[in-house]
């Protein structure tokens, strides 16, 4: 299981129109079986530590404010489901390079072998 995975999922939603509006309305519990018989290996413990990586990113390093409660990014998640908020507000501020160093090295290597 991996962040890596995590990510691709994300992408591939990003990507997908269709795939992002098949899997916004699921649940996480939902999501995550969907999406291991889809060919994608992450688990509930792979998307928290990305996430929160991702979305410090956005917040310190995209928008260059204080990582507190009245951070802008914040404001975009409300109205939103969590999946479109993730696709569309936050791994779209990243590249592709920047997104791919956002995957712990020891894992990248893991996967590489």
Do not use: C
Not at 8 to 26: E, H, I, K, N, V
Not at 38 to 47: K, M
Not at 60 to 67: A, G, H, I, V
Not at 90 to 112: C, G, N
């Amino acid at each position: 299981m991996s962040q890596g995975e995590f990510l691709r999922f994300l992408q591939a939603a990003g990507s997908s129109p269709a795939l992002l509006a098949r899997y916004a309305p699921m649940d996480m519990p939902r999501m995550l079986f969907h999406a291991r018989n889809d060919g994608f290996a992450f688990t509930i413990d792979d998307v928290g530590p990305l996430v929160g990586r991702l979305e410090a990113g956005v917040v310190l390093d995209k928008d260059n404010e204080p990582f507190d409660g009245d951070s802008s990014l914040w404001r975009l998640m409300w109205g939103r489901r969590y999946l479109d908020y993730l696709v569309q507000h936050v791994i779209s501020r990243f590249t592709d390079e920047e997104l791919a160093q956002s995957v712990p090295v020891d894992e990248t290597r893991r996967e590489a072998s």
